[in-house]
């Protein structure tokens, strides 16, 4: 009797043991059973980068007008890489939304001659528009002045950019931006100085504080160029760390002062500007900035 007694609770205490263990292994994760054929795995965030934006405005300067892409010393905003019709250049709008969309959706508040400085006052006009991308394109005509010392300051540069962003996020909080590098300005005086009616279109006023006595080459006039060159490399780098500060804005990451553009994308009235083939160079820049895959 007591053998069995015995036998009785040893068998009891197995169980409750078994018991307590499978209870342990649940408490502290291990062995744990897998999710019920009803659990739903937990959905994806949404991107913060919109790779299809629905609508485009656009701010900057005489580059994002055309100007002189079309006819010489006039602007020409149907053959802006930002926003034109033209079927040679196919602009980031059309390639974005479509033609027809394009036409609709899209806005170019870029002005010939514009500074950093006017960047606030357009994006102001801008955000009216209620657009899902904005594209800036300004600091050639920041760096091309009547004198290297009259260029805008790196600071005041800085300010003017960060008030434009200021303006777009106080009205658009999740409006994403597409911010170009400014161009290689003294690639650009070096490919048309060899073009003598450039250079005759050049002594009206275009860029002086580079392409100013253009055939010099004495000590002076490089150590000007290089003034000017390291200026626009300070520009650059003042975009690329402000728009880093912004989750919804993407820098082309130097893709535009990098571009060697030879003759047939500058202007033949002036190879300074982008003609139509350097536009579509342009949009081909933007398009790959703006779709490609977060990082």
């Not at 197995?14 to 019920?36: E, F, K, R």
């Not at 969309?101 to 006052?121: C, F, H, I, K, Q």
């Not at 658009?172 to 300005?185: G, H, I, R």
Request: aromatic share 6%; with cysteine.
């Amino acid at each position: 009797m007591r053998k069995r007694s015995h036998r009785s609770r040893i068998v009891a205490a197995v169980a409750v043991a078994t018991a307590l263990g499978v209870t342990g292994c649940d408490a502290v994760g291990g062995n744990s059973p897998a999710p019920s054929a009803s659990s739903k795995p937990s959905p994806r965030p949404t991107p913060l980068w919109d790779r299809s934006p629905s609508s485009v405005a656009a701010v900057g300067d005489s580059i994002t007008r055309g100007f002189d892409a079309c006819d010489v010393l006039q602007d020409c905003p149907e053959a802006s890489w930002a926003t034109g019709a033209s079927p040679e250049v196919d602009s980031l709008a059309v390639r974005l939304l479509g033609k027809a969309e394009a036409t609709e959706r899209s806005w170019n508040y870029a002005v010939t001659g514009a500074r950093m400085a006017d960047l606030p006052g357009q994006m102001t006009q801008a955000v009216r528009r209620k657009p899902q991308l904005v594209t800036v394109m300004a600091g050639a005509n920041d760096a091309c002045r009547s004198s290297a010392a009259a260029m805008t300051p790196v600071s005041a540069f800085r300010s003017d950019f960060e008030d434009a962003l200021r303006t777009l996020r106080e009205a658009l909080p999740k409006a994403q931006v597409f911010v170009a590098s400014v161009p290689n300005l003294k690639r650009l005086w070096s490919e048309g100085r060899n073009s003598p009616l450039g250079k005759q279109v050049w002594q009206l006023g275009i860029c002086p504080s580079m392409l100013g006595d253009a055939d010099a080459l004495d000590s002076a006039a490089t150590l000007r160029r290089d003034t000017v060159q390291k200026r626009v490399e300070d520009y650059n780098k003042v975009l690329k760390e402000v728009c880093a500060e912004d989750k919804r804005c993407r820098y082309d990451g130097g893709a535009v002062y990098d571009y060697r553009f030879g003759t047939a994308q500058l202007s033949r009235w002036d190879y300074f500007h982008p003609s139509v083939n350097g536009q579509a160079r342009l949009a081909e820049i933007a398009y790959r900035t703006v779709t490609a895959q977060s990082r």
